[in-house]
Every structure is written in structure tokens, then in C-alpha cells.
């Protein structure tokens, strides 16, 4: 059984930052690409940001370059999304989805594995 568990989302102002954690359990990520999603109301989720396994390659979407970190401690079966300078457009769920592979992926169909998701919510 696998299970990923989100934790971090809340409230903050623009100018802010959080920290989402992602714990994976029932089975170890180490050799596998992680990615964090998010979902706004009335529109499809979308690619954040995913990271290879050793976490020496990185991807982002243009929106949250230069402002949002993806890290995973493989020890901890644990990825990371640091985030800041947020914006109120950067109001979602955030949900981390694992792959069953190395190799950076865009794709919601590419993500094998995801969590319920953590509600991030920016005021202005």
C-alpha cells in the first residue's frame, strides 16, 4: 500500500511563504521522480514543480520560478516544496504525486502515485 501525506497548506499574505512536506510511506521513493501539482477551483491541475531521485535535477513551471523550492531527504522518504514571495494566484490544493520511474515528468498521467492533497491559500 502506498500512501503520501501532505502537510503545510494554510493561510498566509501576499509576501509570505510556506513550507509543503510530503511523507511517502509503504515504500521508498529513492530511485523515483516526485512532483507537486495544484488545483484551483474550476480549473485543471497543474504542474508545479518535480525532482529526480538523487534531487541533483529540478523542474519548474515559469510561474513559480525563482520563488518556489523543490528538495526531497530520501532518509525520510520526505519531498519539500519551500515557497515564497507567494502570490494570491498561487491559491490551490497542492498535491504531491510520485512516479514509478527517474525522469522528469509535466504530466498528471505521468504520476502513478498521489496524496490527498493541502489547501494553500494566499489573501492580497
Known amino acids: 500500500q502506498v500512501r503520501l501525506v501532505e502537510s503545510g497548506g494554510g493561510l498566509v499574505q501576499a509576501g509570505g511563504s510556506l513550507r509543503l512536506s510530503c511523507a511517502a510511506s509503504?515504500?521508498?521513493?529513492?530511485?523515483?521522480?516526485m512532483g507537486w501539482f495544484r488545483q484551483a477551483p474550476g480549473k485543471e491541475r497543474g504542474f508545479v514543480a518535480a525532482?529526480?531521485?538523487?534531487?541533483?535535477?529540478?523542474h519548474y513551471v515559469d510561474s513559480v520560478k525563482g520563488r518556489f523550492t523543490i528538495s526531497r531527504n530520501n532518509a525520510k522518504n520526505t519531498v519539500y516544496l519551500q515557497m515564497n514571495s507567494l502570490k494570491p494566484e498561487d491559491t490551490a490544493v497542492y498535491y504531491c504525486?510520485?512516479?514509478?520511474?527517474?525522469?522528469?515528468?509535466?504530466?498528471?498521467?505521468?504520476?502513478?502515485?498521489w496524496g490527498q492533497g493541502t489547501q494553500v491559500t494566499v489573501s492580497s
Open positions: 509503504g515504500r521508498t521513493f529513492s530511485g523515483y521522480a
Open positions: 525532482i529526480g531521485w538523487s534531487g541533483g535535477t529540478t
Open positions: 504525486a510520485a512516479r514509478t520511474s527517474n525522469g522528469l515528468r509535466v504530466g498528471v498521467y505521468e504520476y502513478a502515485y
